[in-house]
């Protein structure tokens, strides 16, 4: 069974950054293509950014030239580099197995995530 670990959320203000990390435990990691996944309060989760085992990576549209998303396969981790956060960025971030080119896809269970909040 997979197991996801988050870490790296906080309390920052809008345009500050944040690097969130992933590590992940059981099975192949280095063959599936993993996302980063937020859920803010009253809101469904959404997938803000996937990478495949190749390096092929999509962001969501509210997201991109904000974020980056990269992988170790060696060290079986994801990171979610986040510059300039605005208030909206505001969610739980979890990371999961996705489909390519951004497709909703979390076939793992979920890790307890990280809080990030935006705000003045």
């Known amino acids: 069974q997979v197991h996801h670990v988050e870490t790296g959320g906080g309390l920052v203000q809008p345009g500050g950054s944040l690097r969130l990390s992933c590590t992940a435990t059981?099975?192949?990691?280095?063959?599936?293509?993993m996302g980063w996944y937020r859920q803010a309060p009253g809101s469904q989760r959404e997938l803000v950014a996937s990478?495949?085992?190749?390096?092929?990576?999509d962001y969501l549209d509210s997201v991109k030239g904000r974020f980056t998303i990269s992988r170790d396969n060696f060290r079986t981790t994801v990171t979610l580099q986040m510059n300039n956060l605005k208030p909206e960025d505001t969610a739980v971030y979890y990371c999961?197995?996705?489909?390519?080119?951004?497709?909703?896809?979390?076939?793992?269970?979920w890790g307890q995530g990280t809080q990030v909040t935006v705000s003045s």
């Open positions: 059981g099975g192949a990691f280095n063959i599936r293509t």
């Open positions: 990478i495949t085992s190749h390096n092929e990576i």
């Open positions: 999961n197995r996705a489909g390519l080119h951004l497709g909703y896809n979390p076939l793992d269970s």
